[in-house]
């Protein structure tokens, strides 16, 4: 399978406690996103990548969170001091880079459960 | 502050029939509108777009049509199978302050195809 894998699947964690997720993008896709997705909502926008380049971020995303792409393949996104408000799925998704009008391939996301 | 809102949380139709989905946006400066298909467990996967400074695009059974306008765009799936339920995510992107690109979605409407 050559799609986005995202690992892992599920996290329960506890309150304050630090997570960290990874994302495996398309090989040849140099664009990575992070979206955040609450239930009965659409993903909301949390930070783009283009290459190692973190061009785009949310101000949904708060100084607890921080996503790296290090050699412009894989990415991680660590969200410190957990919050029950942080529970949620965490989407990737990777593009070729066409302009704006890119198709982005999702993974199936992570979800978090913050107790 | 919603900039895409899928007013219709659910739509129900006979198999063989025409769905019509519905989206407006409130930010004239996108360039691209994308429709996004999830089923559950998976991650949304992109089904059309198109272009700010087009009015209609068609893909086998599916149509996007955009009224600029009105600042609305709708996705028509005709026939529609029951392979078609799922939740149908409207997306809107444009280019980002600092040089990369942000993809806003609605909340989806789930669409129901009895057979």
């Known amino acids: 399978d050559t799609g986005v894998s995202q690992d892992p699947r599920h996290k329960i964690t506890k309150r304050g406690q630090n997570v960290t997720f990874r994302c495996d993008p398309i090989s040849e896709h140099n664009r990575l996103y992070w979206y955040r997705q609450t239930l009965g909502q659409g993903p909301e926008f949390l930070t783009y990548f283009q290459n190692e380049a973190q061009l785009e971020k949310s101000r949904l995303l708060s100084d607890r969170f921080s996503a790296e792409r290090p050699k412009g393949s894989f990415s991680t996104l660590e969200i410190q001091r957990t919050e029950q408000g942080d529970s949620a799925m965490y989407l990737c998704?990777?593009?070729?880079?066409?302009?704006?009008?890119?198709?982005?391939?999702f993974g199936p996301g992570t979800r978090l459960t913050v107790l | 502050d919603q900039q895409v809102k899928q007013n219709s949380p659910s739509l129900s139709v006979q198999e063989g029939r025409i769905s019509i989905l519905n989206c407006d946006y409130t930010?004239?400066?996108?360039?691209?509108f994308l429709w996004y298909k999830k089923y559950p467990a998976e991650g949304p996967t992109f089904l059309i777009s198109i272009s700010s400074i087009k009015d209609k695009n068609e893909d086998g059974r599916f149509t996007v049509f955009l009224n600029k306008s009105a600042k609305h765009l709708s996705l028509h799936i005709v026939p529609s199978q029951p392979g078609d339920s799922a939740v149908y995510f409207c997306a809107a992107s444009s280019a980002g302050k600092t040089g990369g690109f942000k993809t806003i979605f609605g909340a989806g409407t789930r669409l129901f195809v009895k057979a």
């Open positions: 998704a990777s593009s070729l880079g066409a302009g704006a009008a890119d198709t982005q391939y």
């Open positions: 930010n004239s400066m996108f360039d691209y």
